[in-house]
């Protein structure tokens, strides 16, 4: 199991938010590029780069310090929060991103995202899975819908998505654990999916299990913010 550290973004700051609630906001740093090189001088390969503006408005908002970490680490960044569009789309990926975290449009608007997948390959994608009590919710966790989660991969499964990332919101910042039992259920039902875990993880415990369930990776935000977990801990990953 590989480990994806996160750095979610307002303003240009990193930030984490608890629930998905912007009105729980902790800023840890002005400085999201000294962060990514942190992340990079351990040797973690990945990042996940969360646009919190972009997923509020409904339009990419940060794709400057997309551009600023991008050019300046070797970091495998997928870029998410407000790709509405194409238009959005080519600015995540013109700006450095490896692939583009989508979930909202993938929901919303079904025949433009397996456009997307046509047009520019379904592994260019990080498909989000956000869901509460099983069921998907959008828009930075802000509407619910009825979509089953194990319909929503079955789904795009069968259209190419080979890699999704499942948050289960009433687990997000919490650092409370990870949602272990639904992570092995839909784990169990899609074994060929490059499944990645997300939300919840708050010790190099939490990892393990993830690990042992068959996660082929985890993001990992709030427990190394909160010095949880330690990046010196984290290299029995690499």
Same mark, same amino acid.
Request: proline content about 3%; hydrophobic content about 40%; overall charge negative.
């Given at each position: ?80 929060? /407000? ?19 989508? /979930? ?35 828009? /930075? ?31 997000? /910042? ?8 639904? %992570? ?40 190394? %913010? ?13």
């Amino acid at each position: 199991m590989i480990i994806i550290p996160a750095i979610d973004l307002i303003d240009g700051k990193c930030v984490r938010l608890t629930q998905g609630d912007y009105s729980q906001k902790k800023e840890y740093s002005k400085h999201p590029l000294e962060i990514a090189k942190r992340f990079e001088d351990t040797g973690l390969q990945r990042l996940h780069l969360v646009d919190l503006d972009g997923a509020k408005e409904k339009k990419v908002k940060n794709w400057k310090v997309l551009e600023t970490i991008a050019s300046k680490t070797s970091l495998v960044i997928d870029f998410g929060g /407000g790709i509405a569009t194409e238009k959005d789309l080519r600015i995540v990926f013109d700006s450095g991103a490896a692939l583009a975290t989508v /979930g909202s449009i993938a929901v919303k608007n079904e025949s433009e995202f397996i456009k997307w997948l046509l047009t520019f390959g379904p592994n260019r994608f990080l498909l989000g899975a956000d869901v509460k009590d099983k069921m998907i919710v959008i828009h /930075g966790w802000m509407e619910a819908t009825e979509n089953p989660v194990f319909d929503f991969i079955e789904k795009y499964f069968a259209n190419g998505v080979e890699q999704i990332f499942c948050t289960d919101v009433s687990k997000d /910042g919490k650092l409370e654990g990870p949602s272990v039992n639904l %992570y092995r259920e839909i784990i169990e039902r899609f074994p060929d999916l490059y499944f990645i875990a997300s939300g919840g993880v708050a010790s190099l415990h939490d990892l393990h299990a993830l690990d042992e369930i068959g996660c082929k990776a985890a993001i990992v935000g709030k427990a190394l %913010y909160e010095n949880r977990i330690s990046l010196t801990e984290l290299k029995e990953f690499l």
